[in-house]
């Protein structure tokens, strides 16, 4: 995706404004979002120590930034790409019930990202995982798990309202789910990214399932790493696939965003196929894919909520920039500057 400039860009809210709305945002969607699914907050690592299989392989080709301990004879550290699998270590840590789990502020930084009015080489989300029992690990838990998630995104968006009531909601009142299968079906001609953008236009909010596993024309919708989502699992709609993408259409890009990925998290058995189906076998030797494959890890259902995702789109910006402190392309700024888009 490239830059988008929206014809006659008006920002909403002025830069110290802005700033007092984003404590709104993110003060109130973390409550609701905790007391929705039984969460407690924790506290995160920024970095993990290389080779423990601990932090997230997002794609596979993604560099993670890296460092010598000095301390630890320059054993080497890695800045956190997601928290997607330490999480489900703290649930067994913490000995947390079935029904109950933790979110933590996780902050990363992705060097690789293709900066535009989405992407930021800085990434700060609300990471979340919650212990299940075996019998939750289905489609059904799923969508209501979603549903609790999305009830809270748009009374936030009522929040953000009641503050500022020139920032209208714009999402409808239910989330619909569909599968990249029956996307595919629906569009075949269109690429993956049109087929979110035509569904997302028409439905406005959108969960779509199954991003991981091939499809029917042989490729996945988007890449999904092996070992934390489940995507090879038959569900009940008889498509593969226990995961997936909350999208909602933004009418000032006029594109689908992606607020959240999550997904019921891989068992032994799913572990183990995954793995296999990627070429990534040589995984199982590593610390938790080890423990994973032992049953020494809970069920569990987790995701990722992106924060200024989320504060761009409720405040209805133009650009991750005029939410988040981060670095940009000389061009890029200049660009959203004469657009009056401005970035912080």
């Known amino acids: 995706m490239s830059l988008i400039i929206p014809p006659r860009y008006k920002q909403k809210l002025l830069p110290e404004t802005t700033e007092v709305a984003i404590k709104l945002v993110k003060d109130n969607f973390q409550q609701l979002l905790a007391k929705a699914l039984g969460l407690r907050r924790v506290t995160a690592p920024l970095f993990v120590l290389s080779g423990t299989g601990l932090n997230d392989d997002l794609n596979g080709y993604e560099r993670a930034v890296n460092f ?16 997607a699998k330490w ?16 979110y933590t502020d996780m902050n990363a930084i992705r060097a690789d990202e ?42 936030t968006e009522q ?8 920032i209208t909601p714009r999402l409808p009142d239910e989330i619909t ?34 991003i991981g596993a091939p499809l029917s024309n042989g490729e996945p919708h988007d890449g999904r790493a092996p070992d934390y989502d489940d995507w090879s699992s038959l569900n009940s709609d008889g498509f593969r696939g226990l995961n997936g993408d909350i999208l909602v259409w933004d009418n000032i890009l006029g594109l689908a965003v992606e607020l959240s990925s ?22 199982a030797e590593l ?33 991750v920039g005029e939410v988040q402190a981060s670095i940009w392309p ?14 912080l």
């Not at 999550?262 to 070429?279: C, F, H, K, N, Y």
């Open 68 to 83: 010598p301990i000095a301390a630890l004879g320059d054993a080497r550290a890695e800045v956190v790409h997601s928290l």
């Open 87 to 102: 999480k489900r270590v703290k649930l067994e840590a913490y000995d947390i019930a079935p029904g109950y789990g933790l």
């Open 114 to 155: 293709e900066l535009d009015n989405l992407h930021s080489i800085y990434v700060d989300q609300w990471d979340w995982e919650q212990t299940i029992a075996d019998t939750d690990r289905n489609l059904d838990y799923l969508k209501a798990t979603v549903e609790k998630i999305y009830d809270a995104i748009r009374r």
């Open 159 to 166: 929040i953000v309202y009641e503050h500022f009531p020139h």
């Open 177 to 210: 789910f569909i599968h990249s299968e029956e996307l595919l079906q629906r569009y075949p001609d269109l690429s993956p990214k049109e087929r979110e953008n035509a569904a997302t236009r028409e439905c406005g909010a959108v969960f779509l399932i199954g």
């Open 262 to 283: 999550m997904g019921i998290r891989v068992s032994p058995e799913s572990l183990d196929r995954q793995l296999a189906a990627t070429g990534c076998s040589d995984r």
């Open 287 to 319: 610390l938790f894919h080890s423990r994973l494959l032992c049953g020494e890890l809970p069920p569990s259902i987790g995701g990722g909520i992106g924060q200024s995702r989320l504060c761009m789109f409720l405040l209805q910006k133009a650009h």
């Open 330 to 343: 000389e061009e890029q700024r200049r660009q959203c500057e004469e657009a009056g888009i401005m970035l």
